[in-house]
């Protein structure tokens, strides 16, 4: 791997990921969320790759907004980025054929918990079929985000293959949380203005006009634009 860029001056311990193994699959669902995981895992030497799979981000040009961002980011350490929308528009059907159902459920509730399993499933698939012992995620780091319920499709995922392990590390802590919103400043990454699918879409606009607000404009919104125009 090129490690030639630093990551963040500050100090961290060491992770070491489950069982002592140095080869982990991160399955990533966008470049703020990923960035201090990935600096996390540079900074401990750990070998990665990134595996993006979200066919849940809905209209395709904020999938190729957050994807892009993240190609970026890894390009930039010479990690290897694993792009699995070869069969994006059988997957996008597959999601929506999933959410049937469940499109007026709450963030947090069943219908993310299918989102969940339908990306950690192909990311333990792909781990087991290329020889990665463990495989992690970085959408447990938003505060948004309900950890235990990634945690549960992790490990349900990770069941599947013999030998394969969810590290359910918990990147939010020892600063965590404060350094994806830095990283993501310094980075002048895109910033997403909902989770992700269509109904999230929706609902975000809908909570927004009844504060008033104007419905979420896609790809005009970046980190440490608010703080430079200030
Ligand atoms: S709200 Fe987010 S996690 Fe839940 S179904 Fe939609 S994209 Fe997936």
Not at 87 to 97: A, G, T
Not at 136 to 146: C, P, Q
Not at 176 to 201: N, P, T, V, W
Request: proline letters at 6%; hydrophobic letters at 30%; a neutral charge.
């Amino acid at each position: 791997m090129n490690h030639t860029l630093e990551v963040s001056p500050i100090s961290r311990p060491v992770l070491v990921p489950p069982g002592g193994q140095n080869k982990v699959l991160l399955h990533s669902c966008c470049a703020p969320c990923s960035g201090e995981v990935m600096e996390a895992l540079l900074a401990s030497g750990i070998d990665y790759t990134i595996y993006f799979y979200n066919p849940n981000i809905h209209p395709l040009k904020e999938y190729l907004l957050r994807k892009e961002e993240n190609m970026r980011f890894a390009d930039k350490f010479g990690i290897p980025f694993i792009d699995k929308d070869d069969d994006y528009e059988n997957d996008r059907k597959e999601w929506f054929e999933k959410a049937k159902g469940m499109e007026f459920e709450p963030e947090r509730g069943i219908r993310c918990t299918m989102c969940f399993d339908m990306r950690f499933e192909k990311a333990a698939q792909y781990a087991h079929e290329n020889g990665f012992p463990v495989f992690t995620s970085s959408l447990g780091i938003s505060r948004w985000k309900n950890m235990n319920q990634i945690n549960d499709s992790g490990r349900r995922a990770a069941e599947q293959y013999p030998g394969l392990v969810y590290w359910d590390f918990n990147w939010r802590k020892g600063g965590g949380s404060a350094r994806m919103i830095e990283i993501s400043k310094r980075e002048h990454f895109y910033q997403q203005e909902y989770c992700g699918c269509a109904y999230s879409l929706r609902d975000s606009n809908a909570h927004r006009k009844s504060q008033g607000r104007p419905p979420i404009k896609i790809g005009v919104k970046y980190y440490g634009d608010e703080e430079e125009q200030a």
